[in-house]
């Protein structure tokens, strides 16, 4: 009776979920292009974004990349691509800047803190976006993170000073949000809807 009991309970102990590195990661699971984050080793599966956050996401990168790229400033990449941040931390910014001096972090992947990492919040993605991306790109020294709020229309840009973030700006529609490690760099919500109407 008790070893009934024993293996009741047992069977009803929920399913330890396997922590993994990344290094795992990339040797047992197959190539995939749906974003996949590792947190605290944890393998986090997201849905597919909708078009419209595709859009913006690609209108950011093309501005961002025509700035970097006409001054010779280091490289942009757009997501699926992995920011290795330590072996249990993996994320998947949707716009991320390296400058030519902190290239070194680009070897296989990106293995090491970008100097820019951008997040178009989309649905169901307000909380990651906001609160644990926010705190884990000013844990690892992220210099400057963008969010871009579709729903709301706004753009929020925050600095890294002595080790936390700061607000630089926040614009919404036609103002214009501008980036403090990259002098002259601004984009305004109403500028990324503009493009993807053209």
């Given at each position: 009776?008790?070893?009934v009991?024993?293996?009741?309970?047992e069977?009803?102990?929920?399913?330890?979920?396997?922590?993994?590195?990344y290094?795992?990661?990339l040797?047992?699971?197959?190539?995939?292009n749906?974003?996949?984050?590792?947190?605290?080793?944890e393998?986090i599966?997201?849905?597919?974004p909708?078009?419209?956050?595709?859009?913006?996401?690609?209108?950011v990168?093309?501005?961002l990349?025509?700035?970097v790229a006409?001054?010779?400033?280091?490289?942009v990449?757009?997501?699926?691509i992995?920011?290795?941040?330590?072996?249990?931390r993996?994320?998947?910014?949707?716009?991320?800047?390296?400058?030519?001096?902190?290239?070194?972090?680009?070897?296989d992947?990106?293995?090491g803190?970008?100097d820019?990492?951008?997040?178009?919040?989309?649905?169901?993605?307000?909380r990651?976006?906001r609160?644990?991306?926010k705190?884990?790109?000013?844990?690892?020294?992220?210099?400057e993170?963008?969010?871009?709020?579709?729903?709301?229309?706004?753009?929020?840009?925050f600095?890294?000073?002595?080790?936390?973030?700061?607000l630089?700006?926040?614009?919404a529609?036609?103002?214009v949000?501008?980036?403090?490690?990259?002098?002259?760099?601004?984009v305004?919500?109403?500028?990324?809807?503009?493009r993807?109407a053209?």
């Open positions: 009776m008790a070893t009991e024993t293996n009741h309970l069977s009803a102990q929920p399913a330890v979920k396997r922590r993994w590195t290094d795992e990661l040797a047992e699971m197959p190539e995939t749906q974003p996949s984050e590792l947190w605290d080793g393998l599966m997201s849905p597919v909708h078009p419209l956050h595709q859009t913006i996401v690609g209108t990168y093309r501005m990349y025509e700035f006409a001054r010779n400033l280091g490289e990449y757009i997501s699926p992995d920011i290795v941040l330590s072996p249990t993996v994320v998947q910014p949707d716009v991320v800047y390296i400058s030519k001096s902190n290239f070194g972090i680009v070897t992947r990106i293995r803190v970008p820019l990492a951008v997040e178009v919040i989309s649905q169901g993605s307000w990651r976006d609160v644990d991306k705190a884990l790109y000013e844990q690892f020294g992220v210099t993170y963008w969010i871009v709020d579709i729903e709301a229309r706004t753009i929020e840009v600095a890294r000073v002595r080790n936390a973030y700061q630089h700006g926040r614009a529609g036609a103002k949000a501008k980036s403090k490690l990259l002098t002259g760099f601004g305004s919500f109403a500028q990324l809807e503009t993807r053209s």
